[in-house]
């Protein structure tokens, strides 16, 4: 089994900041990707930031100059450093990663419970 458990989000007054952590443990040969998705209410899940296995990483627009993930491989774990919130970028905001798996060997894609961050102006 393995699961990803996500922590750091609260409330926050627009122009703050707040930094996501997120574990992974289990049955894990190796972690490929990992990522952070938002969900607001109303709307769909979208991707905000990723970062391969060599460290790579994307981000939505709207979060770009604003936001960075990074990763600690030793502790599989992946983090979002958030500065500079808006009222926007509220929502419940869920860990991904991608899971090599020690028993068979196959990636398949986990996801954490979700954090909610809410920005208030």
């Known amino acids: 089994q393995v699961q990803l458990v996500e922590s750091g989000g609260g409330l926050v007054q627009a122009g703050g900041s707040l930094k996501l952590s997120c574990v992974a443990s289990?049955?894990?040969?190796?972690?490929?990707?990992m990522g952070w998705y938002r969900q607001a209410p109303g709307k769909q899940r979208e991707l905000v930031a990723a970062?391969?296995?060599?460290?790579?990483?994307d981000y939505a627009d709207s979060v770009k100059g604003r936001f960075t993930i990074s990763r600690n491989n030793a502790k599989n774990t992946v983090y979002l450093q958030m500065n500079s919130l808006r009222p926007e970028d509220t929502a419940v905001y869920y860990c991904?990663?991608?899971?090599?798996?020690?028993?068979?060997?196959?990636?398949?894609?986990?996801w954490g419970q979700g954090t909610q961050v809410t920005v208030f102006s």
């Open positions: 970062i391969t296995s060599g460290s790579s990483p």
């Open positions: 991904n990663a991608g899971i090599v798996v020690v028993t068979t060997r196959e990636m398949w894609d986990y």
């Open positions: 289990g049955s894990i040969f190796s972690i490929d990707h």
